[in-house]
């Protein structure tokens, strides 16, 4: 399909959406003085709203398979719970409220509806959405997030980055400005790891953070052979894509697996770099089983002034740097490090 198709289809999505707004008004002017019908009309109509917010996320990227938290499975946002999102220290300050911690609101880079119109593309999704982190992790111990190597190259990067929980946004008005502040860690020591950025090597880290992570799920790390992917298998990616507030990148498949690390047609983004992938079979369970950590992938955007816009790619052709697909370090690689 060409861009202007896309952008075609698009554009009668877009029209039945706002059909749908309409119709839902008009069934609010006639029910106005019938408070009981009222009752049972709001129930139904936030339903719909939560429903039309999600398949907004979804539809106005075309194939972008990626959600917000509020549009996530209850196993899915449980997957959500136990990832976290790398910010500077310079990120975050005091709140008015001692209980929470102000996160910078970093402005997006990608392209606005008025821009992408203008220049000819599909919209982005999340446009409007903060770019704050740098990159993901997951919890794999009770004091133990895994990451990319290249997310904490060394003890002096690790002591001026914080681990933050509950980023994420919880309805589709509500960006995450702060977060209570029981939910931010420090990052205290590098445990083990590979760094290895740009090559094609393991990269990969367990770090430690300054006291037990409370209330969060760990995701389960296998040993080799239980735990290493298989050609077309069904994943599933959860992490801070640009740095944006997390999303679940559903709907991706193992395309080549190598010694170090596999290959999968995900939609994620610089920022997803540590990002957990896992088993989306198991997952729909409520099994909360890794198998990769993201660490590099195929070019973002195909353009970035006067604004970012995506670079799309019908399938994932290997050794393409436009199109090459993701690539993840196998999570059995840090079995050893996490002591179980």
Known sequence: MDIQAAIRQLNDVEKSLTSTAVKMQTVEKSIEHDSALQTIYLNKSEEVRRALDCLNDK???GDDSRANYYCGTAEEKRAVEGTAAFMMASKLSPDSDPSYIAV?????RLCTKEQTASLGLPPESFYDEPETAFCSGFKVGEKLIATAGHCIPDESFCANTKIVFGFYRSDAETEPTRIRVGNVYQCKKIVAGNYAPDTLEADWRVIEVDRPIE????????DRSPGTVTKNQSVTVIGYPIGMP?????NASVIAVEENYFVADSDTYGGNSGSVVVDADKLAKGELVAKGIVVRGARDFI???PCYAS????????????CG????????????AIGN
Do not use: D, M
């Open 59 to 61: 539809v106005i990227y």
């Open 104 to 108: 910078e609101q970093t402005p997006s």
């Open 215 to 222: 209330g969060r799920p760990s995701f389960l790390i296998q």
């Open 246 to 250: 997390a999303k679940i990148t559903r």
């Open 303 to 305: 353009r970035k002034s």
């Open 311 to 322: 670079n799309r790619c019908q399938k994932v052709e290997l050794g393409n740097g436009q």
């Open 325 to 336: 697909g993701e690539s993840s370090t196998h999570a059995w690689l840090i079995k050893n």
